[in-house]
């Protein structure tokens, strides 16, 4: 694992699973962060088990005046920034029937905030030599999943957004690269079992060749291992930490051919 220490990260969307897991990564391996969310409640309770390194600040990415402040408050706070990760998003979707609002809230959130987010933060990592940006994509960005539209066009997004941000940012020596989640185990899914994570593996089982839900801890190992010296030559790209979500074809795990001798 490297070692973070005087390195500053701020992550978007920080508060809940899987924000909270790559906050606690990057705390674990020495560097001080921002929590930037408008869940306050849970943002701020992680933070204060984290201790003075990590700071809760109130952010809406779709505002940029709350932009702004936050990477100010980093700089006061903190004295940089090193590495920024657009992890905030919204399941705000009604498929193909998605009203245009909430067409453009979903997008606003999911995508165009990211990268007004990377555009204002990148002078201020630039100021420090540079650093890296991880974006939030998802399996939900390469394959059709049912009732998804807004979120799927967003995440789609995000990883062609990656390539051309890993472009432009190359000047100010930031790296930029996505990584795609397959289902882990996050607020909503807590909410739907109940908090049964067996309940969340055992339906996950069938289309992840790993046959569970990923942890967050996995996920976010990725995130730092992005931002480390160790993907040194490593931008515009993703990784999918999907447990094999994204390599399984039609057939799914059946031995179909098999099957035809049956
Ligand atoms: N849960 C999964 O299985 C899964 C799979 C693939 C990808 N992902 C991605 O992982 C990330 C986290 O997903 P999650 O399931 O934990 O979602 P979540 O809804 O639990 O977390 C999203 C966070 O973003 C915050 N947020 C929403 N709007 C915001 C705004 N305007 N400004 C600032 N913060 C805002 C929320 O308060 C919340 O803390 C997302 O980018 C999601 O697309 C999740």
Not at 9 to 32: D, E, K, M
Not at 106 to 129: E, H, Q, T, W, Y
Not at 159 to 185: C, D, E, K, Y
Not at 195 to 212: C, G, L, M, T, Y
């Amino acid at each position: 694992m490297t070692d973070f220490t005087n390195k500053v990260a701020i992550v978007t969307g920080a508060s809940t699973l899987i924000g909270a897991g790559v906050v606690r990564a990057f705390a674990g391996a020495g560097a001080r962060v921002v929590m930037a969310d408008i869940n306050e409640a849970d943002g701020k309770k992680v933070a204060s088990e984290l201790g003075d390194g990590v700071a809760f600040r109130f952010t809406d990415v779709t505002k940029d005046d709350d932009i702004d402040a936050c990477i100010a408050f980093a700089e006061k706070q903190f004295g940089g920034v090193d590495y920024h990760v657009n992890l905030a998003s919204t399941y705000l979707d009604n498929g193909i029937h998605t009203s245009r609002e909430d067409w453009l809230t979903s997008l606003n959130v999911n995508l165009v905030s990211a990268m007004v987010f990377a555009d204002k933060v990148a002078p201020v990592i630039a100021k420090r030599g540079g650093g890296a940006i991880v974006n939030f994509a998802s399996i939900a960005g390469k394959v059709a999943q049912p009732g998804r539209m807004t979120y799927s066009a967003a995440k789609a997004a995000m990883l062609q957004v990656t390539r051309n941000a890993a472009m432009q940012l190359r000047p100010r020596n930031i790296r930029v690269n996505s990584v795609s989640p397959g289902w882990t185990w996050s607020n909503i899914m807590v909410q739907l079992t109940e908090n049964k994570r067996e309940k969340a593996d055992s339906v996950a089982k069938p289309f992840h060749i790993i046959e569970r839900t990923g942890d967050p801890a996995e996920v976010a190992a990725a995130v730092l291992f992005l931002c480390s010296d160790q993907a040194s030559f490593i931008t515009g790209t993703d990784i999918a930490v999907d447990g094999g979500y994204t390599a399984i074809g039609p057939e799914g795990m059946v031995d179909a051919v098999a099957m035809l001798a049956e």
